[in-house]
């Protein structure tokens, strides 16, 4: 009979509807995995990177920062401990990962200008040791904004390292710096060249190595 037709073919659209349904929930639950995957993995490499500057670099981060990452460390251990990744929630972590990213880019910001303050004086001595001094500065600019290479961070660790080693051969004090500062922008007079800078230069037999040049009165 037609209604017994009609009956079945509603049958089938609903078993078909389903079986949509079904293969969307897959999908999405494949797609949730996968993005939990690469958060974890993120994040792992994040973790990573701030454990080393906070070890390293003597990077102190706030307690707000701090709070935030240990709780998404335990967010991200629950999970997949329910057996399901929802999408939403697998948003909300994301979310949250973010936030705590732009936080940590902002106390960066902060701290890397005490961090590196070296950079300063390395300007002044490259014209003694220039390839030296150029491999230092860049490695250090490499990391002037926060990343979770932690590759970037050893490499800074290393030119700070290095430049310190550097600054030290040289046998260098306040006085001398502020002298080579000035020589490097051209503002040096003779009247600067103190008894114990003119030692310092014959100690490094830099005596032909820097110059002086008249200035307009």
């Not at 939403?88 to 005490?114: D, L």
Request: proline residues 2%; charged residues 35%; glycine residues 4%.
């Amino acid at each position: 009979m037609l209604v017994d037709r009609i009956y079945e073919l509603i049958e089938r659209m609903e078993h078909v509807r389903k079986l949509e349904q079904a293969e969307q929930n897959r999908r999405e639950l494949e797609e949730a995995e996968e993005r939990f995957r690469e958060l974890a993995h993120s994040a792992t490499d994040f973790v990573a990177s701030f454990a080393y500057a906070r070890e390293e670099l003597r990077f102190v981060p706030s307690a707000e920062l701090l709070n935030a990452l240990i709780g998404l460390m335990k967010d991200l251990e629950e999970i997949p401990a329910t057996g399901f990744v929802e999408k939403s929630t697998v948003q909300q972590t994301y979310k949250q990962f973010n936030t705590i990213k732009a936080s940590m880019r902002n106390e960066w910001k902060k701290y890397y200008p005490t961090l590196t303050e070296v950079r300063e004086i390395l300007y002044v001595i490259k014209p003694f040791d220039g390839d030296r001094v150029e491999n230092c500065l860049k490695d250090i600019d490499d990391a002037r904004s926060w990343t979770a290479d932690i590759g970037t961070l050893q490499r800074l660790a290393k030119a700070l390292n290095d430049a310190s080693k550097l600054i030290g051969g040289l046998n260098m004090d306040k006085e001398v710096v502020a002298f080579l500062s000035n020589v490097a922008e051209g503002r040096a007079r003779v009247s600067d060249l103190s008894e114990r800078i003119l030692d310092w230069i014959g100690r490094e037999k830099l005596e032909n190595r820097i110059s002086l040049r008249f200035v307009s009165s």
